[in-house]
């Protein structure tokens, strides 16, 4: 009798201490760099809590990111282009070309970028990245 109260009251608190499904909702979203379409990047959605972040790829100026972990999140937006100049240790080393980071730091790095994903809600976001030419 004792062991059958014991199971019982472990198998209660176990069902508890499962993952629970945390409410999401499906974002999308547009970035320009200085007005026009940012043709190629990514976007990443970095929530406080674990397991909670998301990202997705920027074509044409658009993004898609399902089922989002609603909650607050700080943005990053990465694009690259080729570099200019080859490095030479890249060359020596067969890296291929390099490339360069072109949203600047307070956009992805160190960004101050924020959203507010919600639930029963469109979450469309937009973002202006703006950068000296």
């Given at each position: 009798?004792a062991?059958?109260?014991?199971?019982?009251?472990?198998?209660v608190?176990?069902?508890?201490?499962?993952?629970?499904?945390?409410?999401?909702a499906?974002?999308t979203?547009?970035?320009?760099?200085?007005?026009?379409?940012?043709?190629?990047?990514?976007v990443?959605?970095?929530a406080?809590?674990?397991?909670?972040?998301?990202?997705?790829n920027?074509?044409?100026?658009?993004?898609s990111?399902?089922?989002?972990i609603?909650?607050?999140?700080?943005?990053?937006?990465?694009?690259?282009?080729?570099?200019?100049k080859?490095?030479?240790a890249?060359?020596?080393?067969?890296?291929?070309?390099?490339?360069?980071q072109?949203?600047?730091?307070?956009?992805?790095?160190?960004?101050?970028?924020?959203?507010?994903?919600?639930?029963?809600?469109p979450n469309?976001?937009?973002?202006?990245?703006?950068?000296?030419?």
């Amino acid at each position: 009798m004792a062991a059958a109260v014991v199971s019982i009251v472990g198998a209660v608190l176990l069902q508890g201490c499962g993952p629970t499904k945390r409410p999401a909702a499906d974002v999308t979203g547009t970035v320009t760099l200085n007005g026009k379409p940012l043709a190629d990047g990514s976007v990443s959605l970095i929530a406080a809590e674990p397991g909670a972040s998301a990202s997705g790829n920027i074509k044409g100026g658009k993004f898609s990111i399902p089922q989002v972990i609603v909650g607050s999140k700080k943005v990053a937006i990465t694009a690259y282009k080729a570099a200019e100049k080859q490095d030479k240790a890249l060359d020596i080393m067969g890296g291929g070309p390099a490339s360069v980071q072109i949203i600047p730091d307070e956009y992805n790095t160190n960004t101050r970028l924020t959203a507010e994903i919600r639930e029963g809600v469109p979450n469309d976001l937009v973002f202006d990245i703006k950068v000296k030419e």
